[in-house]
């Protein structure tokens, strides 16, 4: 069966998170989203992990499920509102692996994916020698990450790690400022451990696929949600089995993952390169003319995800590459009604419409991605319609997100939607709306004039 799984989470016990961040809400938002496979987050928190094992129960599947008697009943959700289907869960957690290899500080993101809740004891026991996993969900450990990863092995033998968000200048296994340059360099002899990779908000698989060394693993996407409603914001597609081995062995050995729903990567917080204080926001073709100076505070700036893929990459023709996965890039539909709307996606009215939305569509996903365009015309209007068509067509406006700042996508130019009414195109009107062009791709260069550019630029000392 096809299902949609979203691996990368957190709980209310991590910093910095919604405290509604409880199995309760995580059921009920995955339903409203369309997922039927959701990690747990946060799993080797001694507090997270007896509220799941309290609340969820065996699904006989290798995965759980929330308890009947745990399910939000429909006077207990916003607007009553409730969508069909089961939820099931997998044992999941993000390690913040901070430590010295080769001479540099290295800061490294891995997300662990469990059989059971044994093998998450098992490795809670070791974990909890060497540091602390009790004041965050996301415990920050001296540890290797090759060591992590035999730790993982030694819980279970069906264990498996992926590194997550790789390309993140901070916290992640390729990033710029503390990551490494190949997989093999941090993982070492247990690489071969490793079967996929998790891409990051920031970057999206065509970007991946100008890496050959990349070419061997599945590459996933996840939401990183630190709130209910942010879940599969970004999320994986398969077609196997609905159980924890399937999903094991579609991503080991490539049987049944289909591809990923991602966030267009420019929307991401670390997509273009720059300096958010100074209001500096630049590609990779204008850092190398400034020899990665801000001409501001005269500092380097931070450079991002399309930077360090470019850096790395060695596949000018991305069609050569092989194993190739179908993904879908989206923005989140409270966007989309927020732009309509003219308002900020947290008001009360564009939560009022997207419940309206999901009663007369469906969930989340099946309105962005499968929904037939005269279904969406029919119940949500003609300009929700059309934004999503444009969505789904690549026609849209973007604004980079760079050095922490989110990025901005939108269907319609600044004002044209004035005096046309958020429900009906007016009359003789659908001819004003000028579709913005459609979107061709992150790297827009020539990748090895980039890399030929990079070795002349001047050293910064």
């Known amino acids: 069966m096809k299902f949609i799984a979203d691996f990368?989470?957190?709980?209310?016990?991590?910093l910095a998170t919604s405290k509604k961040l409880i199995p309760e809400y995580l059921d009920y938002w995955a339903k409203l989203k369309g997922i039927q496979v959701m990690g747990t987050g946060d799993c080797v928190h001694p507090g997270w992990l007896r509220?799941?094992?309290?609340?969820?129960?065996?699904?006989g599947n290798g995965l759980y499920q929330l308890k009947k008697e745990y399910q939000l009943s429909p006077a207990n959700t916003p607007d009553c509102i409730t969508m069909p289907g089961t939820v099931h869960f997998l044992p999941t957690t993000e390690i913040s692996n901070i430590y010295k290899k080769n001479g540099k500080v290295r800061k490294v993101h891995n997300l662990?994916?469990?059989?059971?809740?044994?093998?998450?004891?098992k490795f809670q026991v070791r974990l909890e020698k060497i540091g602390n996993i009790r004041s965050d969900g996301r415990p920050i450990l001296g540890l290797d990450s090759r060591?992590?990863?035999?730790?993982?092995?030694?819980?279970?033998?069906?264990?498996?790690?992926?590194?997550?968000?790789?390309?993140?200048?901070?916290?992640?296994?390729?990033?710029?400022?503390?990551?490494?340059?190949?997989?093999?360099?941090?993982?070492?002899?247990?690489?071969?451990?490793?079967?996929?990779?998790?891409?990051?908000?920031?970057s999206d698989p065509a970007m991946n696929w100008t890496c050959s060394f990349l070419d061997t693993f599945r590459l996933v996407s996840n939401s990183d949600a630190h709130s209910p409603e942010k879940?599969?914001?970004?999320?994986?597609?398969?077609?196997?089995?609905?159980?924890?081995?399937?999903?094991?062995?579609?991503?080991?050995?490539?049987?049944?993952?289909?591809?990923t729903i991602e966030f267009f990567p420019q929307e991401g917080k670390y997509?273009?390169?720059?300096?958010?204080?100074?209001?500096?926001?630049?590609?990779?073709?204008?850092?190398?003319?400034?020899?990665?100076?801000?001409?501001?505070?005269?500092?380097?700036?931070?450079?991002g995800v399309l930077y360090r893929v470019a850096e790395l990459a060695d596949r000018n023709d991305i069609t050569t590459a092989p194993c190739k996965k179908d993904f879908y890039s989206i923005t989140s539909l409270p966007d989309i009604i927020?732009?309509?709307?003219?308002?900020?996606?947290?008001?009360?009215?564009?939560?009022?419409?997207?419940?309206?939305?999901?009663?007369?569509?469906?969930?989340?996903?099946?309105?962005?991605?499968?929904?037939?365009?005269?279904?969406?015309?029919?119940?949500?209007?003609?300009?929700?319609?059309?934004?999503?068509?444009?969505?789904?067509?690549?026609?849209?406006?973007?604004?980079?997100?760079?050095?922490?700042?989110?990025?901005?996508?939108?269907?319609?130019?600044?004002?044209?939607l004035s005096g046309i009414s958020s429900h009906s195109l007016v009359a003789g009107q659908d001819n004003a709306l000028t579709a913005p062009p459609s979107f061709k791709g992150s790297i827009r260069f020539d990748i090895d004039q980039f890399q030929a550019q990079c070795r002349l630029k001047p050293t910064i000392t």
């Open 8 to 14: 990368h989470i957190h709980s209310h016990y991590s």
């Open 51 to 59: 509220e799941l094992k309290e609340k969820l129960a065996i699904a």
């Open 112 to 121: 662990c994916v469990f059989p059971d809740f044994a093998s998450v004891e």
């Open 147 to 202: 060591d992590l990863l035999e730790i993982l092995l030694e819980s279970s033998s069906n264990a498996f790690l992926i590194p997550a968000h790789i390309w993140t200048p901070w916290f992640s296994v390729l990033g710029s400022k503390s990551g490494f340059d190949t997989i093999e360099e941090c993982y070492g002899d247990l690489t071969p451990h490793i079967f996929a990779l998790e891409t990051g908000l920031s």
């Open 231 to 259: 879940l599969g914001r970004e999320a994986n597609i398969f077609d196997t089995e609905l159980s924890y081995q399937a999903i094991y062995d579609a991503l080991k050995y490539n049987r049944g993952f289909l591809g």
């Open 271 to 303: 997509h273009y390169d720059g300096h958010r204080n100074c209001n500096i926001c630049w590609d990779p073709l204008e850092t190398i003319k400034h020899a990665d100076l801000c001409p501001v505070c005269l500092k380097p700036v931070t450079k």
């Open 338 to 416: 927020a732009e309509l709307e003219n308002k900020k996606t947290t008001t009360k009215r564009v939560r009022e419409k997207y419940f309206e939305v999901l009663k007369n569509i469906g969930p989340d996903f099946h309105t962005l991605l499968f929904a037939q365009e005269s279904q969406i015309r029919e119940s949500g209007g003609e300009l929700l319609a059309e934004s999503i068509m444009r969505m789904r067509r690549g026609q849209i406006y973007i604004e980079e997100g760079f050095d922490g700042e989110f990025g901005r996508i939108t269907m319609f130019k600044k004002g044209e």
